[in-house]
């Protein structure tokens, strides 16, 4: 199988976040590979190990897509050193600020390109915070969706996908056939760290840059422009007590005044 | 006046309020439809669980496909509807389900989204908060059909009785869009309390309640409450995923949230942050969750929850 994993370079969710000219700004703050893709990134090497190996002559393949800045390049090494074989990133200045149409128009067109059978994705990047991202990449690409996944379990000569789908709406059990998009949730495995081999080998590995152009796509129009965007007062420091035996009455009483009961 | 679409809002076969909240933010830009996906049969039994809300029309399309085929089917759907009713925007619930609905429809008519509004203007100015509540942001679709997705709970709905104009259309679900296919579903375990992101009060419990979720349930129960948990609680098996609060879960911004024995880390501060009030339960008092803290109580929740729940009783009776 030919799976590719598609990974995020985010700011550090610990870091303020900021606006600057109507973007947020990724250029002043630490930027780290988007957490939940690391779920997406061992499923993938899960699925590969389960099914003939990702090693050299083995029956799969692992490539990271990554669409971002050329720093994006650390999130990338990392993808890398857990042991995803290739990886691809597409870097254009007609990108900056690039909203979910844009992203989707230039992932698919990478996926489209590298001619893959499975494409795993994190559920939610921690800056945008859309879970859109690989609904809107079936879309386009007119493949099974698969989301929100807490296990996948996958049968390459059946050419078949079942996931566990958990959502507001309940617990699904559903599959579709490939060429398929699956998006994991935190819930689904354990992220291997990179071992110190990994970390050698991720070295000698290429990183195949793109822009625009190599991808054959014109990204025309924004979809959606940002206004403004101002900082809220913090919240107010609230009341704090400690349990001295009446906290539930003053509890209460704070529900009480406040008309929450 | 021009028509506004919203898809209303049904989880588990019944209507959502958040099916009235997209009509309130719809109405200030045009007549409202609502869509109605249904079960084949149940168009009109569906349709008569949208009682309240600034409605004119029903629009209903029934197939069994809609189950079978998830967000595929419903995209599919909605996008020829569009077609055919030439919306001025189209509204959709903020949750996994509507997100991924609105994205694909996006793809489909070549269409701006936006998503987690929590207000949209009579000119389609959608306000958003981001970075854990810190920040509005406020921005406007600029190419096609505006598709905006609103997040339970964040406006005042228009609770008006709905006497609405009801169609029926006849539209298939196109084979392309039927890739995904539905083996089994099991329905939320909700245990008759009301579905987490819509509830006005959500009570949640976290590592500190050592899997003893009975005190949390109970002082949920006095205040007809929504019960929510952190990551730790859900991930050593003693509250069901599906009521996950944070990042990786839902968000919720009930009027009243309260956490109880949770730590207050950024991944579970993500999904409740713009809660209009926070009450926090913990005993070490450096938790950062009492950083955002309305009231808090540094002290035991086995001791501070049942006291609480017998107030709230006697207050109520
Ligand atoms: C990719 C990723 C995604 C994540 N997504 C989420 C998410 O969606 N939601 C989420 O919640 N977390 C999420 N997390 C996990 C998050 O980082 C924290 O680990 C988790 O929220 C901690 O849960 P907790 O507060 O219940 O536990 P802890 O941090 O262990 O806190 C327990 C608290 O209980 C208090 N306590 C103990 N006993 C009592 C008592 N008897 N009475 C009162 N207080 C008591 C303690 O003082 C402590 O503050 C995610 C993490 C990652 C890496
Ligand atoms: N710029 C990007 N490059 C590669 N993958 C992305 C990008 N943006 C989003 N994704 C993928 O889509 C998922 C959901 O992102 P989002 O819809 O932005 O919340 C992420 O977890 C990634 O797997």
Redesign the pocket.
């Known amino acids: 199988m030919k799976i590719a994993v598609c990974i995020k370079q985010v700011p550090d969710s610990w870091a303020e976040k900021k606006m600057l000219n109507g973007y947020l700004d990724r250029v002043n703050v630490d930027a780290v590979l988007n957490?939940?893709d690391?779920?997406a990134i061992e499923e993938a090497l899960k699925i590969a190990e389960a099914h003939g190996g990702n090693e050299e002559g083995g029956a799969n393949t692992v490539t990271v897509i990554s669409m971002g800045p050329e720093r994006a390049t650390e999130a990338i090494r990392k993808a890398l050193s857990m042991g995803a074989n290739a990886a691809i990133l597409i870097t254009d200045p007609a990108l900056a600020g690039a909203d979910a149409l844009a992203t989707t128009k230039v992932l698919a067109g990478a996926i489209t390109k590298g001619g893959f059978d499975l494409v795993i994705c994190g559920t939610e990047s921690?800056d945008a915070r859309m879970s859109v991202v690989p609904a809107m990449i079936a879309e386009r690409l007119n493949w099974a969706q698969l989301t929100f996944a807490s296990a996948v379990s996958v049968d390459p000569a059946a050419k078949k996908v079942t996931i566990t789908r958990v959502t507001e709406s309940g617990v699904d059990e559903m599959f579709g056939e490939f060429p398929a998009v699956i998006s994991v949730v935190?819930k689904i495995n354990e992220p291997r760290y990179p071992s110190f081999k990994g970390i050698m080998a991720a070295k000698k590995k290429t990183i195949e840059n793109m822009d625009l152009a190599a991808l054959d796509i014109t990204v025309e129009n924004a979809w959606s422009a940002v206004i403004d965007a101002s900082p809220r007062p913090p919240r107010a420091a609230g009341l704090t007590v400690t349990d001295d035996g009446t906290a539930a009455d003053q509890l209460v009483s704070y529900l009480v005044e406040k008309k929450l009961i | 006046m021009s028509t506004t679409l919203i898809l209303a809002d049904f989880i588990g076969g019944k209507n959502t309020k958040t099916t009235a909240e997209l009509a309130t933010v719809a109405a200030r830009v045009g007549d409202v439809t609502a869509v109605l996906l249904a079960p084949s049969g149940q168009g009109a039994s569906y349709a008569a669980g949208i009682v309240q809300g600034p409605i004119k029309n029903i629009l209903i399309i029934e197939s069994d496909g809609f189950a079978l085929h998830g967000v595929g089917a419903a995209a599919d759907v909605l996008s020829q509807v569009i077609s055919l009713k030439n919306p001025t925007a189209v509204l959709i619930a903020s949750h996994a389900f509507g997100k991924e609905v609105a994205g694909r429809v996006a793809v489909k008519s070549n269409s701006g989204i936006i998503t987690d509004a929590v207000d949209v203007g009579a000119d389609l100015t959608v306000t958003q908060l981001v970075f854990g509540g810190s920040t509005t942001v406020h921005s406007r679709v600029s190419h096609g059909t505006p598709i905006i997705t609103l997040r339970p709970n964040s406006v005042s709905a228009d609770l008006v009785a709905v006497t609405p104009t009801i169609e029926t259309l006849n539209l298939d679900i196109s084979s392309g869009s039927k890739k995904t296919t539905l083996i089994s579903s099991q329905p939320p375990q909700q245990g008759g309390r009301p579905e987490l992101t819509e509830a006005d009060i959500v009570v949640s419990?976290?590592?500190?309640?050592?899997g003893d979720f009975s005190v949390v349930e109970a002082f949920a129960d006095s205040l007809g409450a929504a019960v929510g948990?952190?990551?730790?609680?859900?991930?050593a098996g003693w509250y069901p995923h599906t009521h996950?609060?944070?990042?990786?879960?839902?968000t919720v911004s009930p009027q009243l949230y309260v956490?109880?024995?949770?730590?207050?880390?950024?991944?579970?501060r993500?999904?409740m942050q713009t809660s209009k009030a926070i009450v926090v339960?913990?005993?070490?008092p450096e938790?950062p969750?009492f950083e955002i803290a309305d009231f808090g109580v540094i002290?035991?929740?086995?001791s501070?929850l049942p006291k609480a729940t017998e107030g709230v009783k006697a207050r109520k009776s």
């Open positions: 957490d939940l690391e779920y921690t935190e | 419990g976290g590592r500190g309640t050592n948990a952190s990551r730790a609680a859900t991930d996950q609060v944070g990042q990786t879960g839902k956490a109880c024995g949770i730590s207050g880390a950024i991944q579970h993500a999904g339960i913990n005993k070490d938790a969750i002290g035991d929740l086995f501070v």
